[in-house]
Every structure is written in C-alpha cells, then in structure tokens.
C-alpha cells in the first residue's frame, strides 16, 4: 500500500540554524499539507500546496518557513532560523487529486528537536 | 480565528463501556473529518462527513456531522483495549485547510 514517507526521523539543531524537512508524498497525489504538533498537544495547520503553490497557511506559518516541491516526488519544509518553540513533531500529509474533501494520509513525522 | 474545541479532554474507560467524544467549530465547517492516533504514531483517516445531519457508521464506530454543520461526534460502542489513542476531529474550510481539534485521549482498562 503507498505511504508518505519523510525524513529524517529526528533531526537536532542549535538555535538560529536552518533546518530542511523532506517527505514524499504518494505519487499520485497532487494537495499537501505540512502540520506540526507540539508534545501532547494538538496537531496544528501550517501550510497547504497545490499546483506548485501555497493555498493556505496559518499565522505559525511566518516568513522564517517555507515550502517548496523541488522536483516530482519531494515536497520540502525549511525553516530558516529555528527557535526553541520550534520544537515539536512535524507532519506531511496528501490527498489525492479527482474529488473533493478527501482523506489526508500522514507520514510518520519528522521529530525536531531545536537546543 | 476558527478554534475546534473537543470534549472531554481524557476518558478513562473499562474495557465493554461506551465511549463518546464532541467536536464543535466556532464557524459553520464545509466538512469533517475524524482521526486516530496511536501514542507515539501518526493520525489515521478514519471518516469523512460532509453533509448536514450526517450519520455514518463504521462497525462499532458511529459519526454524527450536526445539522448546522459546527459540531460532530464520535460514538463507539462497547470499547476495546485496541481503541486506545486519541481521536481528533479536523474541520474543512474547502479543500486546502483543515483545523485540527483538541483531540479526545482514550484509555481503556481491560
């Protein structure tokens, strides 16, 4: 059964450094979204893409993040200076394209960790 | 902004008791959506309602979208040691933002 796949697993930084998270969506679908969630805490919206292009993002989503589809497969979060409340698991997820409302299919995460 | 608020936080069941969780979004939602997730995993699809009054049932798990499309609920019956996680809801506002819920912790003691 296809899955989204993201890497890394976990990825520690220092404060201030960028950091690069990946995933692969399934190859068919064409809407992706990243989510975060803070340990215990709800899963947060930050971002949406479709067509190469941002559909919606929230307030988290500030201009230290960015995302980018650098080729057919990679859908990419970069944020540019971490901070410590960056902290937390971020989720990819997709949907496939031909009807409304469908269901999001998580990857596994991406645990960050900013010292 | 839009908040989804779901209660109660935390239910601790024994295992055969019923369990009930309530979603309500302070703005009118074009669909929603309900998740599972396992401790330590990542949320799993589990329905999708969109039109109002809207009853879908899914072996022991029941999913009710309100009729002014703002609040949900997720019914299952007669609990296991396997639906242990927790369920959020996760309002649409069309296809490309979904707000996720407060989620509902469930325990269940066998």
């Known amino acids: 059964e296809p899955e989204v796949t993201q890497t890394p697993s976990h990825q520690v930084t220092q404060m201030g450094q960028e950091v690069i998270l990946r995933c692969v969506p399934i190859s068919n679908h064409l809407y992706f979204y990243w989510y975060r969630q803070i340990l215990g805490q709800k899963v947060e919206f930050l971002v949406s893409?479709?067509?190469?292009?941002?559909?919606?993002k929230s307030e988290i989503f500030d201009d230290q993040f960015s995302v980018e589809r650098p080729d057919g497969s990679n859908f990419t979060l970069k944020i540019r200076s971490t901070k410590l409340e960056d902290s937390a698991m971020y989720f990819c997820?997709?949907?496939?394209?031909?009807?409304?409302?469908?269901?999001?299919?998580f990857g596994p995460g991406t645990r960050l960790t900013v010292l | 902004g839009q908040q989804v608020m779901q209660i109660p936080q935390y239910q601790h069941v024994q295992e055969g008791e019923d369990f009930t969780t309530y979603c309500n979004s302070s703005t009118t939602l074009s669909n929603i959506q309900w998740y599972k997730q396992r401790p330590g995993g990542h949320p799993v699809f589990l329905i999708q309602l969109v039109k109002s009054g809207e009853v879908k049932k899914q072996k022991r798990l029941t999913f009710q979208f309100g009729e002014a499309k703002k609040n949900s609920s997720l019914h299952i019956t007669a609990t296991q040691t396997t639906d242990v996680g927790t369920y959020f809801c996760a309002g649409g506002r069309g296809t490309y933002k979904y707000i996720f819920g407060t989620g509902t912790r469930l325990k269940v003691l066998a």
């Open positions: 893409f479709y067509n190469n292009e941002i559909s919606e």
């Open positions: 997820a997709s949907t496939r394209a031909g009807a409304t409302y469908n269901e999001q299919f």
